[in-house]
């Protein structure tokens, strides 16, 4: 299962199915199922969100859809490639992790807990 780590409050915004898209300098060809790792980073500078947060853990999945320039989201930021995400799920419960830089594998035994801690609710 491929990975990405992002910042606080960002990672949040995508498992609450709130934010469909994330901005990247790099394009990917990855489709289908994405763990997003909360980083330790916290953008202090972006939208007021509730917490708490989980940090350095893998907190859900969604599924990467495309991979464009020009989505027409409000999230989007231009001379950017935009990763489309859609079916944000929470894990039942964050797996402590290290993250990288970015797209990345997660370990099967780590891919195993994602997979037993996966909600069937959505954000």
Same mark, same amino acid.
């Given at each position: 299962m491929k990975a990405l780590t992002v910042r606080q409050p960002w990672a949040e915004l995508i498992i609450r #199915? *709130?934010?469909d898209v994330e901005n990247r300098t790099r394009r990917t060809n990855h *489709? #289908? /199922?994405l763990a997003i790792h909360a980083g330790l980073g916290? %953008?202090?500078h972006e939208p007021r969100v509730r917490g708490p947060f989980d940090h350095s853990a893998i907190i859900g999945v969604v599924t990467v859809v495309d991979c464009i320039q020009g989505s027409k989201s409000p999230w989007a930021l231009k001379e950017q490639w935009h990763w489309l /995400? @859609? %079916?944000a799920i929470r894990l039942s419960k964050p797996i402590p992790y290290r993250g990288k830089l970015g797209l990345? %594998?997660?370990d099967p035994a780590a891919e195993r807990i994602i997979r @037993? *801690? /996966?909600r069937t609710r959505k954000g």
């Open positions: #199915g *709130r934010k *489709r #289908g /199922l916290f %953008d202090e /995400l @859609s %079916d990345w %594998d997660v @037993s *801690r /996966l």
